[in-house]
T-cell receptor, first 112, second 111 residues
Framework: NAGVTQTPKFRILKIGQSMTLQCAQD?????MYWYRQDPGMGLKLIYY???????DKGEVPNGYNVSRSTTEDFPLRLELAAPSQTSVYFCASSYIDDTEAFFGQGTRLTVV | KNEVEQSPQNLTAQEGEFITINCSYSVGISALHWLQQHPGGGIVSLFMLSSGKKKHGRLIATINIQEKHSSLHITASHPRDSAVYIC?????????????FGKGTHLIIQP
């Protein structure tokens, strides 16, 4: 059972480039989340989804987009990367809210 | 929005010591999570609790809903317990908009 799988683990982007961070879960979870973790700060919610076809903004959505075409996948798109998007990104899932959260291994992104 | 405070921010202890990490939050919650993050690694869920106490091996988590406070205890600490421990809460009333996280407690257990 793979749980939550994120790819890539590391990436360096140039300012203005775009990329997609992939997230997949095999637990048939309805809820999926994208967080970013910055040094000395708690994780912040970027976007979340409560099921296929349904997404909503979190606390820090600017500069990002998401889609949820299937229950398993929840990719995060960065358009026009900026140095402020340098961070570690975590995808997470849970069956519903108020249940155990499962996290991916993280993607360390540097924008230069 | 809930504010989650953890203490201490950093803790260095000797192997075998009893460890306590504290978490307080500002408004009612549906559940509190304790998470573990090893350096350069992913995040693993240790406990989710909404009342009372839970135990798993050498780890114990307690919560006092009235005082809006939770503690994570590690008995007979070991160098492999060295990690960042994160407290996170889900908002009371449900809703899918994720968890609110503390900044984490960086724990080092020296042999």
């Amino acid at each position: 059972n793979a749980g939550v799988t994120q790819t890539p683990k590391f990436r360096i982007l140039k300012i203005g480039q775009s990329m997609t961070l992939q997230c997949a879960q095999d637990m048939n979870h309805n809820y999926m989340y994208w967080y970013r973790q910055d040094p000395g700060m708690g994780l912040k919610l970027i976007y979340y989804s409560v099921g296929a076809g349904i997404t909503d903004k979190g606390e820090v959505p600017n500069g990002y987009n998401v889609s949820r075409s299937t229950t398993e996948d929840f990719p995060l798109r960065l358009e026009l990367a900026a140095p402020s998007q340098t961070s570690v990104y975590f995808c997470a899932s849970s069956y519903i809210d108020d249940t155990e959260a499962f996290f991916g291994q993280g993607t360390r992104l540097t924008v230069v | 929005k809930n504010e989650v405070e953890q203490s201490p921010q950093n803790l260095t202890a000797q192997e075998g010591e009893f460890i306590t990490i504290n978490c307080s939050y500002s408004v009612g919650i549906s559940a509190l999570h304790w998470l573990q993050q090893h350096p350069g690694g992913g995040i693993v869920s240790l406990f989710m609790l909404s009342s009372g106490k839970k135990k798993h091996g050498r780890l114990i988590a307690t919560i006092n809903i009235q005082e809006k406070h939770s503690s994570l205890h590690i008995t007979a600490s070991h160098p492999r317990d060295s990690a960042v421990y994160i407290c996170a809460v889900g908002e009371s009333g449900g809703g899918a908009d994720g968890l609110t996280f503390g900044k984490g407690t960086h724990l080092i257990i020296q042999p």
